[in-house]
T-cell receptor, first 111, second 112 residues
Framework: ETGVTQSPTHLIKTRGQQVTLRCSSQ?????VSWYQQALGQGPQFIFQ???????GRGNFPPRFSGLQFPNYSSELNVNALELDDSALYLC??????????FGSGTRLTVV | DAKTTQPPSMDCAEGRAANLPCNHS???????VYWYRQIHSQGPQYIIH???NNETNEMASLIITEDRKSSTLILPHATLRDTAVYYC?????????????FGAGTRLTVKP
């Protein structure tokens, strides 16, 4: 149990559809980040939210968007899904000792 | 953030020390060295971090060379459960910046 919970754990969507992934982090962790991890690769930074505003973004197109809520939960939304979007999506919140606490991820398969 | 170079894979015998190297020759003075690991089908797990002094916690030790261009993560008595991909990351310790640049990491296999 890391204190960061992601749902669902697995998901299958069709190309062109939209998907929403959810993350619940620990109370007081007001920064949340999302990562995409393709099979056999390290996680790639998508974006981060601080106090409900996006304040950092990696090399991902605008169809990847997010929300952060006052209750320390957040969402990752992906529109117009492509086959290459199939990956493990990880949520992370700041750990008190300057590290990260990651959730176990959502495995998204686009067919 | 500076780049890191790690061997793609390593083996270690159970009960022996596992020494995982990382090169970060372009590290800046204000960048820390972080280590994470990822066990299959789980999210990355924080192990340890340091700036220039050697660090030790209940999981591992981190040895940073004097010129800070390389470091070694040491798991003193590796177990089968330490089989994972280990990531070395260098970055500024920005309280509000969660942008971690992961490379491909080192796949450590602990063998009985």
């Amino acid at each position: 149990e890391t204190g960061v919970t992601q749902s669902p754990t697995h998901l299958i969507k069709t190309r062109g559809q939209q998907v929403t992934l959810r993350c619940s982090s620990q109370s007081g962790h007001n920064t949340v980040s999302w990562y995409q991890q393709a099979l056999g690769q390290g996680p790639q930074f998508i974006f981060q939210y601080y106090r409900e505003e996006e304040n950092g973004r990696g090399n991902f197109p605008p169809r990847f968007s997010g929300l952060q809520f006052p209750n320390y939960s957040s969402e990752l939304n992906v529109n117009a899904l492509e086959l290459d979007d199939s990956a493990l999506y990880l949520c992370a919140s700041r750990h008190p000792s300057w590290g990260y606490t990651f959730g176990s991820g959502t495995r998204l398969t686009v067919v | 953030d500076a780049k890191t170079t790690q061997p793609p894979s390593m083996d270690c015998a159970e009960g022996r020390a596992a020494n995982l190297p990382c090169n970060h020759s372009t590290i800046s003075g204000n960048e820390y060295v972080y280590w994470y690991r990822q066990i299959h089908s789980q999210g990355p797990q924080y192990i340890i971090h340091g700036l220039k002094n050697n660090e030790t916690n209940e999981m591992a030790s981190l040895i940073i060379t004097e010129d800070r261009k390389s470091s070694t993560l040491i798991l003193p008595h590796a177990t089968l459960r330490d089989t994972a991909v280990y990531y070395c990351i260098v970055r500024v310790a920005d309280y509000n910046n969660n942008d971690m640049r992961f490379g491909a990491g080192t796949r450590l296999t602990v063998k009985p």
